[in-house]
């Protein structure tokens, strides 16, 4: 499975960002997707998660009612809606893609399949 992260860029603080990550390779509808980011000097840390079908969301207490996650299945891709950005928000984001149709975990262990990331920078 191939992943490819875009969207990335540089914001005010208060802006707004959409990642999107486009899948190949692989049955992507049968794939737990997940978005992690990481800033310098610091483990990457999950973000959001978003189940086979989109049922089931899961997001960093740090994110939650700012960022949205969302997948459409038909063109194999998966986005991340980033609202209110904060400057502590700035990092590499990296969407992954789990073997598991539902991931419990936030650990990144729990996904197999790495897109190269894409740099987010929130000025204050």
């Known amino acids: 499975v191939q992943l490819q992260a875009s969207g990335g860029g540089l914001v005010q603080a208060g802006g707004s960002l959409r990642l999107s990550c486009a899948a190949s390779?692989?049955?992507?509808?049968?794939?737990?997707m997940g978005w992690f980011r990481q800033a310098p000097g610091k483990e990457r840390e999950f973000v959001a998660s978003?189940?086979?079908?989109?049922?089931?969301?899961r997001y960093a207490d740090s994110v939650k009612g700012r960022f949205t996650i969302s997948r459409d299945n038909a063109k194999s891709t998966v986005d991340l809606q980033m609202n209110s950005l904060k400057p502590e928000d700035t990092a590499v984001y990296y969407c992954?893609?789990?073997?598991?149709?539902?991931?419990?975990?936030?650990?990144?262990?729990?996904?197999?399949?790495w897109g190269q990331g894409t740099q987010v920078t929130v000025s204050s």
């Open positions: 992954a893609a789990s073997s598991l149709p539902v991931v419990i975990s936030t650990m990144p262990s729990m996904y197999t399949w």
């Open positions: 978003i189940s086979w079908k989109g049922a089931v969301t």
């Open positions: 390779g692989g049955p992507f509808g049968s794939y737990g």
